[in-house]
Structures are given as structure tokens and as C-alpha cells.
């Protein structure tokens, strides 16, 4: 059973900085992409990074320039580095992880699917970002 787990959320001021983790257990395709999604108060739930095993990154352009997304295969973590942080980012930030049958579909997935919460089936518990003065 695919298992993921956050961690590092907080509270920072506006042009601070955060980095969240995600701990997968479970992966059991050597294709799969890890994104992160966050809701902010209001609003639905967006996708604005993914990462693939195949190492394809992406960004949401709300978050490009700012955020950075990495992975620790040792640790089978991945790390979501938000600079530069504004009061518009705060909200739940969650993981969510996609196996996927080969290259083209894992590629696909951090394309543009990642914008599509709901294309990804595994969903960490979130963690709460503020960013507040």
C-alpha cells in the first residue's frame, strides 16, 4: 500500500522560507511522479509542482521562480524548498504520488496533469503552511 507522509510545515513571514517533505513507502513501479497540491483558504485544491522517477520537473506559475522540488532516493523522500514566500501561499500543502506504466505515461503525469489534483490516486495527511506578518 502506497504511503505518503509530510512534514515541515509552519508558520514564517512574507519573503521567508519553508521546506516541506514527503516520505513515500510502497512504490512499487519504477515509474511514478510525486507532486504537491495546496488549498488555500477558499479556494480548490491546485497542483503546483510534480516530480517524476524519471527525473522531470514542473512548476505551476504561480509558484515557478520561487519554489524548487527535489528527492533523496536513499530516503525515498521528496522535498518541496518554497522561497520567498507570500501571504497568498499560505494554506495545506499535501503530496500526492501516480505509479505509472512507463516513461510517456510518468512524463505525462508531470506535464500537465499535475495541474489535476484528482489525476493523482495517493494522498499524504497535509501540512499547514502560514505566512503572515
Known amino acids: 500500500q502506497l504511503q505518503l507522509v509530510e512534514s515541515g510545515g509552519g508558520s514564517v513571514q512574507p519573503g521567508g522560507s519553508l521546506r516541506l517533505s514527503c516520505t513515500a513507502s510502497?512504490?512499487?513501479?519504477?515509474?511514478?511522479?510525486i507532486a504537491w497540491a495546496r488549498q488555500r483558504p477558499g479556494k480548490e485544491r491546485e497542483g503546483i509542482s510534480c516530480?517524476?522517477?524519471?527525473?522531470?520537473?514542473n512548476f505551476a506559475s504561480s509558484v515557478k521562480g520561487r519554489f524548487t522540488i527535489s528527492r533523496d532516493n536513499a530516503k525515498n523522500t521528496v522535498y518541496l524548498q518554497m522561497n520567498n514566500l507570500k501571504p497568498e501561499d499560505t494554506g495545506v500543502y499535501y503530496c500526492?504520488?501516480?505509479?505509472?506504466?512507463?516513461?510517456?505515461?510518468?512524463?505525462?503525469?508531470?506535464?500537465?496533469?499535475?495541474?489535476?489534483?484528482?489525476?493523482?490516486?495517493?494522498w499524504g495527511q497535509g501540512a499547514q503552511v502560514t505566512v503572515s506578518s
Open positions: 510502497g512504490i512499487t513501479s519504477d515509474y511514478y511522479a
Open positions: 516530480i517524476s522517477s524519471t527525473g522531470l520537473t
Open positions: 500526492a504520488a501516480e505509479l505509472a506504466r512507463g516513461t510517456a505515461t510518468v512524463q505525462a503525469l508531470c506535464t500537465m496533469t499535475f495541474l489535476i489534483p484528482s489525476s493523482f490516486g495517493s
